[in-house]
């Protein structure tokens, strides 16, 4: 025991040197403040918050040490807290849990996986209150500290009721939620014992939080805002959520994004014109025969694939410990590796790794010369111990450096939902992508893998780069993604592309939009070019439904107001008037595109019937508040009848999930 | 050789605005320091930049140096304060910024210090309570009296002496653990 205490006492006496650059820099420093102070002019330096640069030694001890106040001197309500503590890390004593410890590789942080800072035992902690009691007389700061301490482990029982936040709480989550887990552990669980292919772990995902659109009363209400999205990830996590067997969480299922999954045949942009063409389409809703479904569809110029320019690509993949499993880094490699026959020889491609096999893999080298590619790509491998904290910064500063005068440069960021990409706090983070873009470089997010997935970050991330979020379940949706619409996720062709509706009262009296919740724009927002909207791709099509109804109808939701109930002053035809504004990449003025929409007695395509019937299976997803008597038979048996010629079979298989999602929700 | 001018003298000296007097001072302490900074915060990087902090903070703190305190005890105690100070910056900053992945970076290198065995002492020392982390810091290894602790960390003498027993008491419990493993 006292070799213990002797032993404690030699590991301290052999502190390292002081490095004497730092030490000249330290004291140059000094002498600086001490003139300072004697001229008179800065009284009281304080010192300044500097964050440790470079991971040291004991990194991970270092946050470990000071996530944790030095002097638990918790006031009365505070030790409150510190009691709960103790409960809680009593509760998960059982014999089940000390037989078999729960697998942390995936989710447990690093300041809470070792147990010693938590009081492990229920002992230990009385024994810190003990020490608390002693120590009374202290500085309120002192007090500050403590009650971060306390607060972590009372939050993890209530964090459930987070979920429905924003989107950056999703990680206080996640963080908080395990809390209580690893302080059962007696000893630090060694990573090597780790299964990561067993995900007993509770589910970290995190999904944005979006209401419905409600039903609006155009002369309340004329005008509809939103911002274009071409990301296709929401389809993608609703088809692996049913594979699975599971209907998806509410929040995964983004409408807007399941009916732009689907190609369109709407009619392309002639050369010379605007980047993208519009094609407005009226048919009757489905499931209410008392309104209209306006289809909006934008395409985008086709890529002329003879004359692309060349294209800069950085990968940077995530090969953290918890990309282990099959379909996360081994998909991924296959992915990129079907990415690659795509290119042409003059294309550039450079690998980053982070949280892993550390920083550059591959410097940036011509498409061409694809064995070198190939052999990079094979030497990545997941659960490295050195985090690469830079990985981001990296990749742009390689993006930065291969781009020259008119080729594009795009960072694809590859992750299971792990963004420990370097840019530690969430704000900064955006806003870093948000100046790269603005710089050129944009930033295309691609996840794999659920149990970590965190949807909302990747949507956020992509939208901020301009770059597009998919989530990558299987190797056929990493060929649609990457191969067949490749020209589409890597070329933008149009910037900040904004759509505003505005509806005729005299010809619409109420009107909803299905889906882009979480792309509203406000008003005002739409001729304010500083205000960022969705990028459309080279190819790239946007389909938009509104449900209207029109004066009189008996499917109104509304009743018409006793007063001040306002005469339409118009006779126009017109449903309405669509503006489009759009920035051609790389500019920062808009250019504004305007077309009346205009009802139609022409049929349906089937594109449009199609797109309803997603729009249906959407809504059927997430509550079919709208939707009255129809039900999955109907949208099953209209998809059916829209498949048209599906060339890639993807209308066929999402007609398969609609009868999957029949099957789990009937139960 | 010319006997050396006590620190307490030059100390007074410098915060009456002697430039050389602090110049001396400070290449005098500034290992000294940077050793306990070290055994304060377990990690090369962060003592280097705590240093540092105090050493800018320092020409300002000057004016509360009362000759009735060894100035080596006064700066001790300038020095935990810094530390304690930036423990809390960093907890307030970690849970402003419950950045993305950001524990998952402290988790890999974690998991990389778990794996040393030769990391004993850093084992050990993140099993303490901060409070006899801080304790163990100045006695064991700045070999001061419980006295001397007691009046950096401003404490009565017999809670160090306390805590020195929790200290044993946890090392025991923690060999006991590892002998059952």
Redo the contacts between chains.
């Keep these: 025991?006292t070799e213990?205490?002797d032993?404690?006492?030699d590991?301290?006496?052999k502190?390292?040197?002081?490095?004497p650059a730092?030490?000249e820099?330290?004291?140059r420093?000094?002498?600086q403040?001490?003139?300072?102070?004697?001229q008179g002019t800065?009284?009281?330096?304080?010192?300044?918050?500097?964050?440790?640069?470079?991971?040291?030694?004991?990194?991970?001890?270092?946050?470990?040490?000071?996530?944790?106040?030095?002097?638990?001197i918790l006031a009365a309500t505070t030790s409150v807290a510190a009691i709960c503590l103790g409960l809680i890390v009593v509760l998960p004593i059982t014999p089940t849990d000390l037989t078999t410890p729960k697998p942390l590789a995936e989710v447990?942080?690093?300041?809470e996986?070792?147990?010693?800072?938590v009081?492990a035992t229920a002992q230990e902690a009385v024994?810190?209150l003990a020490?608390v009691s002693?120590?009374a007389?202290?500085t309120a700061?002192?007090v500050?500290?403590a009650v971060?301490?306390g607060q972590k482990v009372p939050a993890a029982p209530t964090a459930p009721s987070m979920t429905r936040k924003r989107v950056?709480d999703g990680?206080?989550l996640r963080?908080e939620t395990y809390l209580p887990q690893p302080s059962v552990a007696?000893?630090?669980i060694?990573?090597?014992e780790i299964d990561p292919g067993v995900q007993t772990a509770p589910d970290t995902e995190a999904f944005p939080q979006a209401e419905a659109n409600p039903i609006k009363v155009t002369a309340q209400d004329p005008v509809s805002t939103f911002s274009v999205d071409v990301d296709t990830a929401s389809y993608a996590v609703v088809r692996s959520s049913l594979m699975q067997g599971q209907l998806p969480p509410d929040g995964a299922v983004r409408i807007e994004e399941m009916v732009n999954y689907f190609p369109y045949t709407y009619a392309a942009p002639a050369v010379g014109e605007a980047p993208f063409k519009s094609s407005v389409t009226v048919m009757p809703t489905p499931w209410n025969p008392g309104t209209q479904l306006v289809r909006i569809g934008l395409q985008g110029r086709l890529p002329a694939i003879a004359d692309r320019p060349a294209l800069n690509l950085v990968f940077l993949v995530d090969t953290?410990?918890s990309m282990q499993n099959a379909d996360k880094l081994p998909l991924l490699k296959q992915s990129l590796r079907l990415l690659l026959p795509q290119l042409r020889p003059e294309d550039e491609v450079a690998i980053v790794a982070y949280?892993g096999s550390a920083g550059e893999v591959l410097p940036p080298t011509r498409a061409e010369n694809s064995a070198a590619i190939l052999d990079a790509l094979d030497r990545l491998e997941a659960g490295?111990?050195?985090?690469g904290?830079e990985g981001l910064e990296l990749a742009y500063r390689l993006a930065e450096k291969m781009g020259a005068k008119g080729e594009v440069s795009r960072v694809l960021l590859a992750t299971d939902g792990?963004?420990?990409?370097g840019?530690?706090?969430?704000d900064?983070?955006e806003k870093f992508i948000a100046k790269k873009r603005a710089q050129g470089t944009y930033l295309s997010v691609l996840g794999f893998g659920r149990g970590n997935l965190?949807d909302a970050?990747m949507q956020t991330l992509a939208q901020s780069g301009n770059g597009m979020a998919a989530y990558i379940d299987t190797l056929q949706e990493a060929r649609k993604v990457l191969v067949d619409q490749l020209s589409g996720a890597l070329f933008p062709i149009a910037d900040d592309v904004k759509i505003q509706v505005e509806w005729n009262p005299a010809q619409v009296a109420e009107y909803r939009l299905i889906g882009y919740e979480t792309r509203a724009l406000a008003r005002e927002d739409f001729n304010n070019d500083k205000v960022d909207a969705g990028e459309i791709g080279a190819g790239h099509a946007v389909t938009a439904l509104y449900e209207v109804t029109a004066p009189g109808s008996t499917a109104l939701a509304n009743d018409p107001l006793r007063y001040g109930a306002a005469t339409p002053s118009t006779d126009s035809p017109e449903l309405g008037f669509l503006r489009l504004r759009y920035k051609a990449p790389g500019e920062t003025t808009s250019a504004l595109i305007e077309t009346p929409i205009t009802a139609s007695d022409a049929p349906a395509d089937e594109d449009a019937r199609f797109a309803a019937a997603i729009a249906g299976f959407g809504q059927l997803l997430t509550g079919a508040k709208y939707l009255g008597d129809w039900g999955w038979q109907d949208a099953i048996a209209l998809a059916q009848s829209a498949r048209g010629e599906d060339a890639f079979g993807y209308r066929t298989e999402a007609v398969n999930l609609m009868r999957l999602a029949q099957s789990l929700s009937v139960q | 050789m010319l006997m050396e001018t006590p620190d307490e003298t030059l100390a007074l000296a410098a915060a009456s605005g002697d430039r050389s007097a602090f110049a001396q001072l400070l290449a005098r302490h500034y290992d000294r320091v940077f050793g306990l900074c070290w055994r304060l915060t377990g990690s090369r990087a962060d003592a280097e930049d705590l240093t540092q902090d105090i050493c800018a903070a320092l020409p300002g703190k000057l004016h509360s140096f009362r000759a009735e305190a060894r100035f080596s005890t006064w700066l001790y105690r300038v020095a935990v304060n810094a530390a304690h100070d930036r423990r809390r910056r960093a907890a307030t900053h970690a849970r402003a910024a419950l950045g993305w992945g950001e524990w998952e970076v402290n988790r890999q290198a974690a998991m990389a210090e778990a794996e040393d065995a030769q990391d004993w002492l850093v084992a050990a020392m993140t099993r303490l309570p901060p409070e006899l982390r801080d304790t163990v810091a100045l006695t064991l290894g700045e070999d001061l009296t419980q006295a001397e602790a007691a009046a950096i960390l401003g404490l009565s003498e017999g809670t160090i002496a306390w805590r020195m027993a929790e200290v044993k008491k946890h090392l025991r419990k923690q060999a006991a653990e590892e002998a059952r493993i």
């Design positions: 025991m213990d205490f032993k404690l006492r590991g301290l006496r502190a390292p040197g002081a490095d730092r030490k820099a330290a004291l420093l000094a002498m403040n001490f003139d300072r102070a004697h800065q009284p009281q330096p304080r010192p300044i918050p500097v964050r440790p640069r470079n991971a040291g030694l004991f990194a991970g001890v270092r946050t470990m040490l000071s996530r944790l106040t030095t002097r638990p447990a942080p690093a300041p996986a070792t147990p010693a800072p009081p024994a810190d020490a002693d120590a007389s202290d700061g002192a500050n500290g971060a301490t950056q990680q206080m963080r007696p000893t630090p060694a990573p090597a953290s410990g949280a490295g111990s050195t985090a904290a792990d963004f420990n990409v840019v530690s706090d969430p900064g983070l965190d970050v």
